[in-house]
């Protein structure tokens, strides 16, 4: 479940006003109290409230169980809410989530951090046909950490979108804001418990002066960051999880690969091919998700678009979709697997070490002006070089589609090795960044038509299995489609490389 919410400071004198009439609430239902006691889990240095990521045990109103939430990859502020019974032990947490929170946390325990013991006051927001659009939350908390000789107490109302949408949390907002109430500065309850840790943060470097050892590690540290934080979500198969975790992998591998000069390769090497390791085991679910999902909605356009095709979608969308769903389930199964090995457990280890005591060369302590942007001068020629290569006039059909594809991966390399200089030199380099996205992105299209047409292909010409003639029809007039796409996108990748070529420049 996907909990969207926002909070608001209050104190005794607040008053609550009446949210009827605000964006599609036609009544708001009579107050309902419970009381609520929570037990809150983490770390003992509390990397869990650290990375927005809750454990909790509730025992009283309408939701007691334990509770995970994480930080959602799709929307920002969001986070996803996974639930279990309350059992017998009250101090352990229960193993799936642990489980879950293996690759975050480490070797590390969760122990019980703080208590919260809250008096709620709950009502429902209803539209006119009774649907619950939200509910709004009156809490009066106090908590404690073990061992505090006094608790903290405090009063906050909380807003949280049922089946509402983000129109009505925005107008929600603005009538509470008129009524004198401020959103609060805080993720969570257990976040004014706890307190905010003074977390020592890497020294991003913001001048062309600073030394390429700032850039390096910073980037390290910020991808592993982002790689550990996406752990759970892929785990759970959750949206974007496995895209996400993939992005940062792939970062860290493009990092250490233009990093090269700047770091021991008998460390960083070894690391590379590890998390290549990783990144197609990422890959392998994330593409088989991706295709099928771009499949539907091509059969539904074809569908659109060509009222004279004979189909009947009960037969097409099975056979055509069917084994791509069967390979997403198997691919999401081997890579929990690959998340539970102790291979993965080592290589996370690895990368901690490599965070916390980079193996820095000399080179490592020159400036970023020129050191740095020399090499990505490098994955930049690179990029060039594979464009030039796609652009051959002979090459036929599959050839060309193999060099556009060697092209994507230099543009990611490239585009990766330019992300970390945005601080530095502003707007050129986020100029930059954007127009390799672009290209990236036209790129990455383009090779979505080979894969999809090849799949169609494959499944049309398969002795195995014998496609009914209504499904072979639908599939032989969206190769047709997804050719003429290749095509639009082949020439939006052209006019985007010379807006690429244009700044490139400016900063390598």
Do not use: C
Request: glycine fraction near 6%; hydrophobic fraction near 40%; charged fraction near 30%.
């Amino acid at each position: 479940m996907l909990e969207i919410e926002r909070k608001y400071d209050a104190d005794d004198a607040t008053v609550v006003p009446d949210l009827s009439g605000v964006s599609g609430v036609e009544s708001v239902t009579d107050p309902s109290e419970h009381l609520l006691t929570a037990s809150y889990f983490d770390t003992p240095d509390h990397q869990l409230a650290a990375s927005g990521v809750t454990v909790r045990r509730r025992a009283g109103g309408t939701d007691e169980g334990w509770h995970l939430k994480l930080p959602s990859a799709v929307e920002e502020g969001a986070r996803h809410e996974i639930g279990l019974p309350l059992a017998r032990a009250k101090h352990t947490v229960p193993k799936p989530f642990r489980t879950t929170l293996i690759g975050l946390v480490g070797d590390q325990s969760l122990v019980p951090v703080a208590t919260l013991h809250t008096h709620r006051t709950r009502r429902d927001l209803l539209d006119a046909s009774g649907r619950v659009l939200a509910e709004i939350v009156d809490d009066r908390v106090e908590g404690r950490t073990p061992g505090a000789e006094e608790p903290v107490a405090w009063r906050e109302i909380e807003v949280e979108l049922v089946e509402g949408d983000g129109a009505l949390l925005e107008a929600i907002a603005t009538r509470l804001g008129d009524a004198g109430l401020r959103p609060s500065s805080r993720a969570s309850k257990l976040e004014l418990v706890l307190g905010r840790a003074d977390e020592v943060q890497p020294l991003a470097p913001s001048r062309p002066r600073d030394r390429v050892a700032q850039l390096v590690s910073d980037r390290l540290g910020t991808q592993l960051h982002e790689l550990l934080l996406r752990d759970p979500l892929a785990r759970e198969n959750l949206p974007e999880g496995v895209h996400s975790m993939r992005v940062a992998v792939r970062r860290l591998r493009s990092a250490l690969a233009t990093g090269r000069p700047f770091l021991d390769r008998s460390v960083s090497e070894p690391l590379r091919d590890e998390l290549e390791w990783l990144s197609d085991a990422l890959g392998d679910a994330r593409d088989a998700e991706m295709q099928r999902d771009r499949l539907e909605h091509a059969i539904d356009a074809l569908v659109e678009e060509r009222q004279d095709l004979d189909w009947e979608p009960a037969v097409v969308r099975p056979a055509l979709l069917g084994p791509l769903v069967v390979r997403h389930e198997r691919a999401v199964a081997a890579l929990r697997d690959v998340l539970g090995s102790d291979r993965y457990a080592r290589l996370l280890d690895r990368l901690r070490a490599l965070v916390a005591q980079p193996p820095w060369t000399a080179k490592a302590d020159k400036r970023i002006r020129g050191a740095y942007r020399r090499r990505l001068g490098h994955d930049l020629r690179r990029l060039q070089a594979r464009v030039a290569a796609a652009e051959v006039e002979d090459l036929g059909p599959d050839e060309r589609n193999v060099a556009l594809h060697e092209a994507r991966k230099a543009v990611k390399r490239a585009r990766y090795a330019a992300e970390p200089l945005r601080p530095v030199y502003g707007d050129p380099a986020q100029r930059l960044v954007e127009r390799l996205k672009k290209l990236q992105s036209r790129l990455g299209d383009h090779q979505d038509t080979v894969v999809t047409r090849e799949y169609l292909h494959d499944l049309t010409l398969s002795e195995d299995t014998t496609l009914d003639p209504k499904a072979a029809l639908v599939a032989g007039a969206l190769i047709e489609r997804e050719s003429r796409d290749a095509e639009r996108y082949d020439e939006e990748s052209a006019a985007a490389w010379r807006k690429v070529a244009a700044v490139a420049s400016v900063i390598s």
